[in-house]
């Protein structure tokens, strides 16, 4: 059973940063492929980034681009997100998934993903 516990959101003023972390319990970890998603009031799950098992691949939304920075530590069973110049726009409850699937591309959907965490609220005020 692979268990996602999201950490690290809160309130934050518009331009500030916050730093969520999803710690994984998973033998093989380094299997997955790992993505954040956000959800916002009376909106759809949307995609926000994803890495590679390795790392070295990420790809993001056009709408945090340049803003937000995933990565992992393999070691550590963990994927993080660096969130910076926050936007009001960016309120929403955050989502760590799991995925054995590979290519980046097909892992903007919420679908191809098995596992998922209980979220964390991210707050940002105008």
């Known amino acids: 059973q692979v268990q996602l516990v999201e950490s690290g959101g809160g309130l934050v003023q518009a331009g500030g940063s916050l730093r969520l972390s999803c710690a994984v319990s998973a033998r093989t970890f380094i299997q997955y492929s790992m993505g954040w998603f956000r959800q916002a009031p009376g909106k759809e799950r949307e995609f926000v980034a994803v890495?590679?098992?390795?790392?070295?691949?990420?790809s993001y939304a056009d709408s945090v681009k340049g803003r937000f920075t995933i990565a992992r530590a393999n070691a550590k069973n963990t994927v993080n997100l660096q969130m910076n110049s926050l936007k009001p726009e960016d309120t929403a409850v955050y989502y760590c998934a799991a995925t054995y699937k590979y290519n980046l591309g097909e892992l903007v959907h919420r679908n191809e993903y098995a596992y998922w965490g209980q979220g964390t609220q991210v707050t940002v005020s105008s």
């Open positions: 890495v590679s098992w390795s790392g070295g691949s990420t």
